[in-house]
């Protein structure tokens, strides 16, 4: 039996998106019979980090260095690390005899490992640095099994009433004045809809008009049956994204950080998404996002067109691929 440990963290900075992928890691590993442990901190994304509990994968305390990690590793054949801070790994863990997989996001988390992965849209050519097997592209996106189930249910969805939008940026909650503004430009397109508004902190809803409301309430494990039905999403370009690619669900996406910059113009450059900014131009009243929204809320044209590319680019199998070619490796 292959015995695999998760290495990830969430926070109300760095948001719950490296959680959520390794969750989708740790289901594909437990369906193939595989012995998952998860080392890390859950602050912040709590509602995702249960699914291990109900995976029946224990959780260890946080390795936070190479040599950390390399003394929890012995007890492992494969350890997979989704964390930006941590360093170079590979001596440390491969030492006890296990197989580093590192996952990164262009730059960011970039280290040499025995398996590289990368589900950006369009990876940047990647320097040598002595890592045998590269994985880059959207086809090794790690999708959850919810994902999965809310795609098919999505297909057979018949929507009526007013549209339905659903804003979220993800579980950090620095990001408030950016709901904010995103509400307040959604409110000025003067169109009508019902927004469902998943985020943390203290976020300012806009004045209403007619056939227009708003329902603002925390992240948790109900994102996917509100996406079952939504007309537009509106979300940061980043782990969110490629689940609302994979549902076919039309989209406009906020780059939030640095680290996201690649996904948003990728994802732009797909036709995936619309783009309607940074962070910084929507809280300084920039009036890219309230044109883009407009058009989105008044051409279902242009809704459907987003949606099948974005449904044909990402298909959320990810995880076993990249779990397959840990596999062969150790065969």
């Not at 579980?171 to 904010?180: E, L, Q, T, Y």
């Amino acid at each position: 039996m292959t015995r695999l440990l998760l290495r990830a963290d969430a926070s109300p900075v760095i948001g719950a998106g490296h959680i959520s992928r390794v969750v989708a890691y740790a289901e594909r590993a437990v369906a193939r019979g595989w012995a998952v442990s998860f080392s890390g901190r859950t602050d912040n994304a709590e509602w995702l980090a249960s699914r291990f509990d109900e995976l029946g994968v224990p959780r260890l305390q946080p390795a936070d260095d190479g040599p950390a990690l390399g003394r929890l590793a012995e007890d492992f054949d494969v350890v997979l690390v989704d964390h930006y801070e941590l360093g170079d790994l590979r001596k440390d863990v491969n030492n006890v005899g296990a197989l580093l997989v590192s996952i990164e996001d262009g730059t960011f988390g970039r280290r040499a490992a025995d398996v590289v992965a990368d589900c950006g849209f369009a990876p940047a050519p990647r320097p040598e640095d002595g890592s045998p097997v590269l994985l880059r592209g959207v086809a090794y996106a790690p999708l959850r099994d919810v994902v999965l189930a809310a795609r098919d249910k999505r297909q057979h969805v018949r929507l009526d009433g007013p549209l339905r939008v659903t804003v979220v940026l993800g579980g950090g909650g620095a990001w408030a004045g950016v709901v904010s503004a995103i509400l307040t430009a959604l409110s000025e397109t003067g169109l009508s809809f019902a927004a469902r508004v998943l985020a943390r902190g203290d976020v300012t809803v806009p004045a209403a008009f007619d056939g227009q409301s708003f329902e603002v309430t925390g992240p948790g494990t109900n994102l996917h049956d509100l996406l079952v039905d939504t007309d537009l999403a509106v979300s940061a370009a980043g782990v969110t994204l490629l689940e609302l690619c994979c549902l076919g669900v039309p989209t406009a996406v906020v780059r939030l950080v640095d680290n996201q910059v690649t996904g948003y113009r990728g994802a732009l450059d797909h036709g995936l998404a619309a783009g309607i900014g940074s962070g910084e131009s929507l809280l300084a009243g920039g009036q890219e996002a309230g044109s883009v929204l407009s058009d989105l809320l008044s051409r279902s044209t242009e809704r459907e067109r987003l949606a099948a590319t974005a449904a044909a680019t990402v298909d959320g199998l990810g995880a076993d691929r990249v779990l397959d070619a840990v596999s062969e490796i150790l065969a």
